[in-house]
């Protein structure tokens, strides 16, 4: 039977990993070649106002999965193996109980193995790619792990060159669950890593050869490839929809786990005209491309400035999938921001945390509490604990670059009050032990 005639949409989710604002044609690049993305964003609703879960990776990818923002969600530290504790309730989880099959395929991030926040005990049926996200710093690792499987790859060591780049073998195995799975309905997952650094790509792929002869640097031309790599594998993968008779039955979502990694001025101007990057609380942090189709279900060719943000997806494709959502979690479904129909509920307010970690001394900053909230379109940022708040008017100041905490005395006061009250203590954020001279599994 055709997954089309199935009462449950299928759902894939793919994640880039420090895509910035404006690395996509659809979102202003003239540097770099998105054809398949900007075709996708055509086809379905693209946000000119979505955020991140957090300014960094694991955080981010908590938030997503948990539906609770950064002051809620379990992990919030980014050191690299925090795991999600055991009794986290999370997406994949849900989808997985209403008898959705889940696979997830790049880089995890929210426990290594042998750890409470392993994929395999948050939902997913299979899991293929890095677990740790301090292993997923290398394109060539010396193996990939598949449900907490040891899968060796031959020619690599874990440096800048290699037999089998990660990436190639992780859209493989995402492209095979589909394969498997096209006759049932399925949640994939796939939070690949391009084009977060170490910043490399096989010479002899296409993409490469587009970007090589650039006047700029070797990093901003490989960066460009990577996300023109991430655009011509998101276009195979909607190709095999289409092939397999799944792309109208299949929910496609698109996003990046935060901001850009660097904004490579006056080459790729990857966050123009947001401030910041990624690691900061401004604009170009948290602002991400986030682009949705579901053909016949949510009209083509809409631009949305609706405000939202990553607690947001897990009641939205619940929602989407006619599946109950939990109570208590802090996102909203924005099913009617995508269908254009119905009274869309609004956030009071939207907010984001980072304890500052130090690698160097592998443990938390005192005092390094990096935080944000915006409410309508007041945003404020406190990059430290006990520094003074800043505060930016986002409706005729999208680039933060008028601080008006002075003008508007009352305003700090209610946003240091959202401030206060919005963050719970939270689990210890520890890193679990690891093998003798390790940083991961």
């Not at 929809?241 to 299949?250: E, I, K, S």
């Amino acid at each position: 039977m055709s997954n089309q005639a199935n009462s449950k949409p299928n759902i894939v989710l793919i994640l880039a990993d420090d895509l910035g604002y404006r690395d996509l044609g659809c979102y202003g690049s003239t540097a770099i070649q998105t054809p398949n993305l900007d075709q996708l964003a055509s086809e379905g609703i693209r946000f000119t106002q979505s955020y991140s879960g957090c300014p960094v990776c694991a955080p981010s990818r908590s938030v997503l999965m948990t539906g609770n923002h950064a002051g809620h969600t379990s992990v919030r530290g980014n050191s690299g193996g925090i795991p999600l504790q055991g009794n986290d309730v999370t997406l994949a989880a849900l989808l997985n109980s209403a008898g959705y099959t889940c696979g997830g395929f790049g880089k995890w991030g929210l426990g290594d193995v042998g750890t409470t926040g392993v994929p395999e005990r948050h939902g997913f049926n299979t899991f293929f790619g890095y677990y740790h996200q301090v292993h997923a710093h290398t394109y060539y690792p010396s193996y990939l792990w598949r449900n907490s499987e040891k899968i060796e790859l031959p020619g690599n060591n874990d440096g800048d060159e290699g037999k089998i780049y990660s990436h190639y073998r992780i859209f493989e195995e995402t492209c095979n669950f589909i394969r498997k799975n096209s006759n049932r309905p399925f949640f994939c997952y796939a939070p690949w890593t391009l084009p977060h650094g170490r910043y490399t790509i096989p010479q002899e792929d296409p993409v490469w050869k587009v970007y090589q002869d650039k006047r700029w640097s070797n990093s901003a031309k490989v960066a460009a490839a990577m996300i023109s790599l991430f655009d011509r594998h998101v276009g195979q993968l909607l190709q095999l929809l289409q092939a397999l008779d799944l792309d109208d039955n299949t929910i496609i979502m698109v996003s990046s786990d935060h901001g850009a990694g660097f904004r490579f001025e006056g080459e790729l101007d990857s966050c123009q005209p947001l401030r910041g990057h990624k690691r900061t609380m401004y604009e170009g942090g948290i602002r991400v491309p986030t682009i949705v189709r579901w053909n016949n279900q949510i009209p083509q060719n809409q631009v949305s400035d609706h405000p939202w943000y990553f607690p947001d997806i897990m009641p939205t494709l619940l929602d989407l999938a006619d599946l109950p959502v939990p109570k208590g979690i802090d996102g909203i479904s924005i099913t009617p921001t995508l269908k254009n129909r119905g009274e869309q509920k609004k956030h009071d307010h939207l907010y984001w945390a980072l304890p500052l970690y130090d690698f160097g001394k592998r443990e938390f900053k005192p005092e390094g509490l990096m935080e944000a909230v915006r409410k309508d379109n007041w945003k404020a940022i406190r990059p430290l604990t006990n520094a003074p708040i800043e505060l930016y008017n986002l409706s005729h100041d999208i680039s933060e670059e008028h601080n008006v905490a002075d003008q508007w005395p009352n305003i700090i006061g209610q946003m240091n009050s959202l401030l206060r009250q919005a963050r719970t203590a939270g689990h210890p954020q520890i890193e679990p032990k690891m093998p003798e001279g390790k940083r991961y599994r």
